[in-house]
């Protein structure tokens, strides 16, 4: 897979120089190493804290860095794993909600979810709710002629709810497998914005009272700490079920995955590592644990 996990790699070929300090040294290694990777104050003092027993016994860098991987595990163990992508959905159809701040990439994770959904033998409808943007909706039509999933559309400037209410509509009439909603990209500090989404959702839920089945928050990973921040406030007014973390392909670092997931509580589900239909693989916290760390052989 292209690219995949190419900034934790940077972490663990970082992480690879250093080996050779003394375990004296370690402590301000891996501190500096996971606040780098954008872990954060909090959680980077509370894994050195977790680390201290084993870093004061003189440690060999394989215990080290076995040490590391427990407890970076640790953190994911508390949400069962689920591969969204080959979810067997209980629902039908089964309601996706996509949001975010301008620009993260919703829409492409729509466009690539509809894609992998279909080539699966979903039937998909999308729900072009973001009325907002200038040429949103034609973005979106694109997706949906790539895929071969059925669009539903409001008109520009139109009330997001309508086109959400409207989509699953046409789903429970079509006998469609999977809705997947889009709606306009909003700053996490607009009140009213934030507000709108809860909105959004009570009328989804007059339609089918349990929906939406997963609300996805997407998160731009180059964004660094501010990823926490959105993830925050977005948990207060909208109840994200899981995150996507994209552009994992460029310069992000990816260490953001650990505190949203520890400190909010929500899992990563899915992850973005490119702009082509196939760029979205689940999040696996092995694999990504297994990413950011060296292994005994790679020494
Ligand atoms: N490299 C890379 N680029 C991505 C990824 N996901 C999205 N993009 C790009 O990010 C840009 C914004 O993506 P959109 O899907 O339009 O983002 P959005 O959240 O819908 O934006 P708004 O609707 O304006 O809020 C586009 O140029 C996408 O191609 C990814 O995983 N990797
Ligand atoms: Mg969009």
């Given at each position: 897979?292209?690219?995949?996990?190419?900034?934790?790699?940077?972490?663990?070929?970082?992480?690879?120089?250093?080996?050779?300090?003394?375990?004296?040294?370690?402590?301000?290694?891996?501190?500096?190493?996971?606040?780098?990777?954008d872990?954060g104050?909090?959680?980077?003092?509370q894994?050195?804290?977790?680390?201290?027993?084993?870093l004061?016994?003189?440690?060999?860098?394989?215990?080290?860095?076995?040490?590391?991987?427990?407890?970076?595990?640790?953190?994911?163990?508390?949400?069962?794993?689920t591969?969204?992508?080959?979810?067997?959905?209980a629902?039908?159809?089964?309601?996706?909600f996509?949001?975010?701040?301008?620009?993260?990439?919703?829409t492409?994770?729509?466009?690539?979810?509809?894609?992998?959904?279909?080539?699966?033998?979903?039937?998909?409808?999308?729900?072009?709710?973001?009325?907002?943007r200038?040429?949103?909706?034609e973005?979106?039509?694109?997706?949906?002629?790539?895929?071969?999933?059925?669009?539903?559309?409001?008109?520009?400037?139109?009330d997001?709810?309508?086109?959400?209410?409207?989509?699953?509509e046409?789903?429970?009439?079509?006998?469609?497998?999977?809705?997947?909603?889009d709606?306009?990209?909003?700053?996490?500090?607009?009140?009213?914005?934030?507000?709108?989404?809860?909105?959004?959702?009570?009328?989804?839920?007059?339609?089918?009272?349990?929906?939406?089945?997963e609300t996805?928050?997407?998160?731009?990973?180059?964004?660094?700490?501010?990823?926490?921040?959105?993830?925050?406030?977005?948990?207060?007014?909208?109840?994200?079920?899981?995150i996507?973390?994209?552009?994992?392909?460029?310069?992000?670092?990816?260490?953001?995955?650990?505190?949203?997931?520890?400190?909010?509580?929500?899992?990563?589900k899915?992850?973005?590592?490119?702009?082509?239909?196939?760029?979205?693989?689940?999040?696996?916290?092995?694999?990504?644990?297994?990413?950011?760390?060296?292994?005994?052989?790679?020494?």
């Amino acid at each position: 897979m292209k690219s995949l996990w190419s900034a934790l790699k940077r972490f663990r070929s970082k992480l690879r120089k250093k080996l050779g300090f003394s375990p004296d040294e370690w402590e301000e290694v891996v501190e500096q190493l996971l606040i780098e990777a954008d872990v954060g104050i909090s959680l980077t003092e509370q894994i050195i804290e977790e680390l201290s027993g084993i870093l004061s016994s003189k440690p060999s860098e394989e215990e080290i860095i076995n040490a590391l991987r427990t407890s970076l595990l640790r953190i994911f163990s508390d949400h069962p794993v689920t591969n969204l992508l080959e979810a067997p959905f209980a629902q039908k159809p089964f309601v996706l909600f996509i949001i975010g701040v301008n620009g993260t990439g919703k829409t492409t994770t729509i466009g690539k979810l509809a894609y992998l959904y279909t080539k699966k033998g979903f039937k998909v409808v999308l729900g072009a709710g973001d009325t907002f943007r200038a040429a949103a909706i034609e973005q979106l039509e694109k997706w949906a002629k790539r895929s071969g999933a059925r669009i539903i559309k409001g008109s520009y400037g139109g009330d997001p709810g309508a086109v959400a209410y409207q989509a699953i509509e046409s789903a429970l009439a079509q006998g469609d497998d999977i809705v997947i909603l889009d709606s306009a990209g909003r700053l996490h500090n607009k009140r009213h914005l934030m507000e709108e989404l809860a909105k959004i959702r009570k009328v989804i839920k007059k339609k089918i009272s349990d929906a939406p089945h997963e609300t996805l928050l997407v998160i731009d990973a180059t964004t660094g700490q501010t990823g926490l921040e959105q993830a925050r406030i977005f948990k207060e007014f909208a109840e994200p079920t899981g995150i996507v973390l994209t552009k994992m392909d460029g310069t992000a670092k990816g260490g953001i995955a650990l505190p949203i997931w520890h400190e909010l509580k929500i899992p990563i589900k899915l992850v973005g590592v490119g702009e082509q239909p196939e760029d979205l693989i689940p999040f696996n916290p092995e694999e990504y644990v297994n990413a950011l760390l060296p292994s005994k052989d790679e020494k």
